[in-house]
């Protein structure tokens, strides 16, 4: 029963922030209408021409930035963006764990987006390869991360503008969760951090979103870790209000499954909550955000003692003149439970937490780009075995990553920096 009563609540808290405003548009930075809540923009984005302006999907959040796409007219589908994407990517890592490699390359975007971003009806694909290297995790190849994760077509769905405040969405989504997005190019740092690994990042379901001034909505019925198994909602509530914004994200399962995969973790299980505030103006980026999820006790999905991890995070970015920035992370994140009662393994072992620090210079000039990721991770209270090294018992990990790529659009229009 008390499963259940946490489960309701999650309903109420998500119904109560659609209703506050309606079920809004989402925020227009990650795309018009499914974009993460703490970056909210006017959502009415539609192609302009003859220059079109770089498109909110993919969102990006700096400090790189997309290209204007190329616009074709498909005669009775009216007209059709086209951009993408390709870049690759070399790792070194010390404390490798067994059967990872101490350094690494792979081709991290091999992408073509490809949209109809105006009218009542619209639609969005995203295809390609892709890698999604995350802090504190072993470094999966490209091949292998399509195999195991969202596979070729990552996302892709239909969107119906019911009205100028009002759209629906239907296919494989963006989360609503977190403030680090799945790919390497959308996010201040090439890896993603400790605790957008409690997160989920692509939801296959449907989702209807609505504008109120300065609010933006969405509420989404899906399926969680994409899972397959169509038991979770989630909900977001954002205010923007000049170079301020904050959000409020609640999700959750309201059932409860045993099937595990790389993208399906026990995690598929859980609750999750936001506090996320984000601060935009001239060269500055600076997003601190609040973590809380939870695992409840379930013995008969293997759940013996369930467990709930708390964090927080600070993300900055810093833009300087000829296409030069500077942008950093800093988190910290703890965990409930402990070996002696069998709680379930959230970061490394029952009970466990760890802290981590980001550095990412970069350099953009046109749709070229180059940049670099300078990582420490410390996991604290961790459990023998689930640490570092090669018999994890190592509490820190030092990783450096360099990024090189070319961003594709309609060039003629972008401004060099």
């Avoid at 999604?132 to 596979?151: I, V």
């Avoid at 003692?305 to 994140?333: D, N, Q, V």
């Avoid at 439970?337 to 937490?353: E, T, W």
Wanted: charge should be neutral; glycine fraction near 12%.
């Amino acid at each position: 029963m008390k499963v259940y009563a946490k489960n309701l609540a999650v309903i109420a808290l998500c119904f109560g922030l659609a209703s506050v405003s309606g079920a809004q548009d989402a925020p227009a930075t990650q795309s018009p209408d499914q974009a993460k809540p703490a970056e909210a923009k006017p959502a009415d984005q539609t192609l302009q021409s003859p220059a079109p302006t770089a498109l909110p999907t993919p969102a990006i959040t700096g400090p790189l930035h997309g290209l204007p796409p190329a616009v074709f007219d498909a005669g009775p589908f009216g007209k059709i963006a086209v951009n993408g994407i390709l870049s690759g990517t070399g790792l070194w890592q010390g404390n490798h764990v067994p059967g990872d490699n101490p350094t690494q390359a792979a081709l991290s975007n091999g992408q073509i987006f490809i949209q109809k971003a105006d009218g009542w009806f619209q639609f969005y694909l995203q295809a390609g390869a892709y890698t999604l290297p995350s802090l504190a995790t072993p470094f999966l190849a490209t091949d292998k991360t399509l195999t195991n994760f969202y596979g070729p077509l990552p996302q892709g769905f239909v969107k119906l503008q019911a009205g100028k405040n009002t759209s629906f969405e239907i296919g494989a989504l963006p989360t609503l969760i977190g403030a680090e997005y799945t790919f390497s190019f959308e996010n201040m740092n090439i890896e993603r951090g400790l605790l957008w690994n409690q997160e989920n990042a692509v939801n296959r379901g449907i989702q209807v979103n609505q504008t109120l001034g300065k609010f933006t909505a969405s509420l989404s019925w899906n399926d969680g870790f994409y899972s397959n198994r169509y038991t979770w909602l989630s909900g977001s509530l954002a205010y923007a209000n000049g170079p301020h914004a904050l959000s409020f994200v609640a999700a959750g399962n309201l059932g409860q499954t045993k099937f595990q995969t790389l993208a399906t973790p026990v995690q598929n299980n859980s609750r999750i909550y936001n506090v996320i505030y984000t601060y935009t103006k001239g060269a500055w980026i600076i997003q601190p955000y609040f973590q809380y999820t939870d695992v409840p006790t379930n013995a008969k999905i293997g759940v013996v003692k369930g467990a709930s991890t708390k964090g927080g995070a600070i993300l900055l970015s810093r833009a300087f003149e000829h296409g030069f920035s500077l942008a950093g992370r800093g988190e910290y994140i703890t965990s409930s439970g402990s070996v002696a009662d069998q709680a379930v393994n959230l970061i490394f072992g029952p009970g466990s937490g760890g802290w981590s620090g980001t550095l990412t210079p970069t350099f953009q000039y046109g749709g070229f780009f180059v940049r670099g990721d300078l990582s420490f991770v410390r996991a604290t209270d961790y459990t023998p075995g689930f640490g570092f090294g090669p018999t994890g018992a190592n509490q820190n990990q030092p990783r450096a990553m360099a990024e090189i790529g070319f961003i594709f659009g309609n060039n003629l229009t972008e401004k060099k920096p």
